[in-house]
């Protein structure tokens, strides 16, 4: 399981690192992606294989299928990381996430999320303060226990 805030930074060549508990669950080889409000999604192969097994069950004479499946299929890309324990972030990525310089790092349970930290501090400061009108709409079906 993926958790955690951290700040980090992208280097002028794409690359950033990510923090050591999260390299020892990705493994050698994992995906990273569009994700969704403008951020980045990674997640290691086993999670990829569960999304794209879901995806497949999706009906693709739906237009808004077939859409979403280009979106997060069309940007993936398998990366690894280097000996210094960073990964390099595709060009069309770091421009999709408006990743410059200064990032945040989140874990998210089943996967990672890499946003530009201005975004993200952006997002938190919108979404916090609604996070009880949230938790209350959830699944009725979950026992959350906060």
Known sequence: MFMGEYSHTIDAK???????????????????????????????????????????????????????????????????????????????LRTYAGLKKDVTVLGTGEKIEIWNKEAYDEYAAKIVPDMEEIAESLDETLDLDF
């Open 14 to 92: 794409g690359r950033v690192i990510l923090p050591a508990k999260f390299r020892e669950e990705l493994g050698e080889c994992f995906v990273v992606t569009r994700g969704l409000e403008g951020c980045l999604s990674v997640y290691t192969m086993e999670a990829w294989k569960s999304l794209s097994a879901a995806m497949k069950k999706l009906k693709a004479s739906k237009e808004n299928v077939r859409a979403f499946k280009r979106f997060v299929f069309g940007s993936a890309s398998e990366v690894e990381f280097d000996k210094q324990g960073r990964i390099l972030i595709p060009g069309t």
